[in-house]
Nanobody, 124 residues
């Protein structure tokens, strides 16, 4: 069983930074690619960033490219999302997830394990 616990969300002003963390159980990072997604009320969950299991190659949504950085610490079993120059439209609940299905790394349907989410609110 994979357990994922996000932390680090909060209220910030536009232009500021936040770093989200996702603590994972066991050998999650050696088994699964990992991703960050976000969701606002009444909208579908959307892809933010992902990091591949072995190569560590990263992929980003166009909306966050150049501002967000995904990384992982295998020794600490922790996934990170560094978010810089935050914008009002980044406000959402952010989820980390473990991908265990074959398919696109930016497709929520390919992820079976999800954390509970952490709220990020960006104000003007």
């Amino acid at each position: 069983q994979v357990e994922l616990v996000e932390s680090g969300g909060g209220l910030v002003q536009a232009g500021e930074s936040l770093r989200l963390s996702c603590a994972a159980s066991g050998r999650t990072f050696s088994t699964y690619a990992m991703g960050w997604f976000r969701q606002v009320p009444e909208k579908e969950r959307e892809f933010v960033a992902a990091i591949r299991r072995m190569s560590g190659v990263t992929t980003y949504a166009d909306s966050v490219k150049g501002r967000f950085t995904i990384s992982k610490d295998n020794a600490m079993n922790t996934l990170y999302l560094q978010m810089n120059n935050l914008k009002l439209e980044d406000t959402a609940v952010y989820y980390c997830a473990a991908k265990n299905r074959i398919g696109s790394i930016n497709d929520t349907r390919n992820y079976d394990y999800w954390g509970q989410g952490t709220q990020v609110t960006v104000s003007s």
